[in-house]
C-alpha cells in the first residue's frame, strides 16, 4: 500500500519570505513523487516531479523540491514567496513498480499575506 | 489552458435524473480518469481507462457509470445520486498508466461542480 501524509492543513507566510509545505510518504518500493497546485474553481496543475537523480527538484514558478529517502520525505519549497502562490497544494506518490495508482495528500492551503 | 477540456462546468440535478459529464483530451495521452473532490478530504480516484480499457475501478457504486469510446474522450454517467455525491469531479489524463511509463504526470481538466438538490 502507498500513501501520502501532509500534516499541515495550511500554511501562512509573509510576501517575499521562504515557504516550505511538508510532505512525507510510504511506499512498499521506490517512489516517483509529485506536487501538483490548484487555485480556485481550477483543476490541479503539475508543479514538479521527482523520479531518480538528483535529490532537488526544480519545477514551474520557482518552486522546488527536496527528496530526503531516509525520512521519506519530499517538501516543497520556494526561496521567496509571492501573494499569487496562495492556492492549495498537493503531493502524491506513486509506487515505481505498483499498480500505477496515483495516490494525493490531502492537501495543504498555502496563504500569501502582502 | 489545460489541454483537459471538462463540461460543464456546473451541475445542478435532481436525485432522480440523468445526466453526462463530459471530458476531451488534446494531449495524445492514452490514459484518462475520473476522481472525486470533496471539501476536506483526498482526492478519490473513481475510474482508469488505459488505451480505451477499463484498468481500475475503486468501489464506486453503480450509479455512476463510466464510458470511454477513444483515447480522446471519457464520459461520466449519472443515475439516481445521493446528497453526498455533491463535489467537484475531475477529469485527468496522462501519456499512459502502465507502470513503466507511470513517471509522467496527469494532466488535469477543470471539473464539474456537481450538487445534487
Known amino acids: 500500500a502507498q500513501s501520502v501524509a501532509q500534516p499541515e492543513d495550511q500554511v501562512n507566510v509573509a510576501e517575499g519570505n521562504p515557504l516550505t509545505v511538508k510532505c512525507t510518504y510510504s511506499v512498499s518500493g521506490n517512489p516517483y513523487l509529485f506536487w501538483y497546485v490548484q487555485y480556485p474553481n481550477r483543476g490541479l496543475q503539475f508543479l514538479l516531479k521527482?523520479?531518480?537523480?538528483?535529490?532537488l527538484v526544480k519545477g514551474s514558478y520557482g518552486f522546488e523540491a527536496e527528496f530526503n529517502k531516509s525520512q521519506t520525505s519530499f517538501h516543497l519549497k520556494k526561496p521567496s514567496a509571492l501573494v499569487s502562490d496562495s492556492a492549495l497544494y498537493f503531493c502524491?506518490?506513486?509506487?515505481?513498480f505498483g499498480s500505477g495508482t496515483l495516490t494525493f495528500g490531502k492537501g495543504t492551503m498555502l496563504l500569501v499575506s502582502p | 489552458e489545460t489541454g483537459v477540456t471538462q463540461t460543464p462546468r456546473h451541475l445542478v440535478m435532481g436525485m432522480t435524473n440523468k445526466k453526462s459529464l463530459k471530458c476531451e483530451q488534446h494531449?495524445?495521452?492514452?490514459?484518462m480518469y475520473w476522481y472525486k473532490q470533496s471539501a476536506k478530504k483526498p482526492l478519490e480516484l473513481m475510474f482508469v481507462y488505459n488505451f480505451k480499457e477499463q484498468t481500475e475501478n475503486n468501489s464506486v457504486p453503480s450509479r455512476f457509470s463510466p464510458e470511454c469510446p477513444n483515447s480522446s474522450h471519457l464520459f461520466l454517467h449519472l443515475h439516481t445520486l445521493q446528497p453526498e455525491d455533491s463535489a467537484l469531479y475531475l477529469c485527468?489524463?496522462?501519456?499512459?498508466?502502465?507502470?513503466?511509463?507511470?513517471?509522467?504526470?496527469?494532466?488535469f481538466g477543470d471539473g464539474t461542480r456537481l450538487s445534487i438538490l
Open positions: 521527482y523520479i531518480t537523480g538528483d535529490n
Open positions: 485527468a489524463s496522462s501519456q499512459d498508466h502502465r507502470t513503466d511509463r507511470s513517471n509522467q504526470p496527469q494532466h
Open positions: 502524491a506518490v506513486r509506487d515505481r
Open positions: 494531449l495524445g495521452h492514452n490514459a
